[in-house]
Each structure stands twice: as C-alpha cells, then as structure tokens.
C-alpha cells in the first residue's frame, strides 16, 4: 500500500490560494490520487481525484508531476469555511476499502 | 448531504449497555463501511460489506458486530463497551469496493461511560 506523508498543519488567510503538498514515493502504476475534505464531526467529503498532469474542478485544482511521487492540492482564494483536514489517499481509483487515510493536513483559514 | 444517513448522531452508554448504530444510504451503491475516527486520530476502517457479504474485518474486537441486511442498510451492534471505544463512528459507501468514490454520512459520536 502507497504511504503518503502530508503537512500535519498549515495557515492561511481569506482570499489567498493554499497548496497542500502529498508525497507518495511509493505510489503503483495503476494508483489514482484522490483528495477529501474533513469538517469538525462530520464524514470526510470527496474533493478531487487525479492520475497524472493536472485535474480542476470547481472546488480545487489538482497537479501531479511526472513522476507521480507527489500531488498539490490547490484551493484558490480559500474563505473561512475552507477550514478543515484534508486527506491525501493514493490506491484503488475510488479510494476502495484498501486505502487508508492518514493524518491529513489541518488547514486553518484566518480572516 | 451526501445521501448517506447515520442514527443516533450522539450516544452515551454505559459498559454495560448494548445498542445500535444505523446506517442508510440513497445512493443504489453496493459497499459500506464502518469507519472509527477517535480524537486527532486517523480513520481505521472496521468492516467492509459489498453485496451484503462482509469483505473486510479489520481485526476489530468481537465487542462490535456488524450486520448488513440489504445493500441500503448497515447496522454496528455494540455491547460490553470500553471507555477508549469513545469516538466518532462513520458509515460510507460506495458503488464498488475498488473503483469509487465514498460517500459518508455525518458519523455517530459515541461516549462510552
């Protein structure tokens, strides 16, 4: 199983873009990387999923170099209600019950 | 909402006390999961359902039984509890086991006296 090593925490301010960084040297041919977006007592929500170059969507952006040994997370102009954990996955395309969730990167939004 | 639903949303019981957690989603999917989320802690997946058959049982303490009587529905039985067992319990599903994204619903937050 791909480990993936993620900021424990990072800070912000309202309005600025945050880029969260995941390292998953170990990642396998067919792995996907998938983002989730946890709020305080509440189940982590689906953000973004990638294979390789770069995925957008209307919540964030996703790039994965070449090598795919590592993926940034990046969420333009962040708002308060930005503040959360976010999960960096690499496994199965859905994520699927061998992956595993870490620590995830706490992402404090400052007005 | 995400199409899944948890009930209760909190529980406190006692050691000795067995109850249940339920779970329900609206989403046609075929896998669920029971997820144990305890304070600045990862998830640990518990068990994983696909079709209504137990696919996955991550070693958990016999003191938690799941049972998966349709693919809507999800139940974990609890009895003979631990005070650690204290956490936020979250159901998710998803259309496959391997090729999609999960659904979670807004967990359970269970307080074990």
């Known amino acids: 199983l791909a480990k993936t090593t993620q900021p424990i925490s990072m800070d912000s301010y309202e309005g600025q873009e945050v880029n969260i960084t995941c390292s998953h040297n170990n990642i396998a041919t067919n792995d996907y990387i998938t983002w989730y977006q946890q709020f305080p007592s509440q189940g982590p929500r689906f953000i973004i999923q990638g294979y390789k170059t770069k995925v957008t969507n209307e919540v964030a952006s996703l790039f994965i170099p070449a090598d795919r040994k590592s993926s940034t997370l990046s969420l333009p102009r962040v708002s308060l209600s930005d503040t959360a954990v976010y999960y960096c996955?690499?496994?199965?395309?859905?994520?699927?019950?061998?992956?595993?969730f870490g620590a995830g990167t706490r992402l404090f939004v400052k007005a | 909402e995400t199409g899944v639903t948890q009930t209760p949303r909190h529980l406190v019981m006692g050691m000795t006390n067995k109850k249940s957690l339920k779970c329900e989603q609206h989403?046609?999917?075929?896998?669920m999961y029971w997820y144990k989320q305890s304070a600045k802690k990862p998830l640990e997946l518990m068990f994983v359902?696909?079709?209504?058959?137990?696919?996955e049982n991550n070693s958990v303490p016999s003191r938690f039984s799941p049972e998966c009587p349709n693919s809507s529905h999800l139940f974990l039985h609890l009895h003979t509890l631990q005070p650690e067992d204290s956490a936020l319990y979250l159901c998710?599903?998803?259309?496959?086991?391997?090729?999609?994204?999960?659904?979670f619903g807004p967990g359970t937050r269970l307080t074990v006296l």
């Open positions: 996955l690499v496994g199965a395309r859905g994520g699927g019950f061998k992956t595993i």
């Open positions: 359902y696909s079709l209504e058959e137990r696919v």
């Open positions: 989403l046609g999917h075929n896998a």
């Open positions: 998710a599903s998803s259309r496959g086991t391997d090729t999609d994204t999960q659904y």
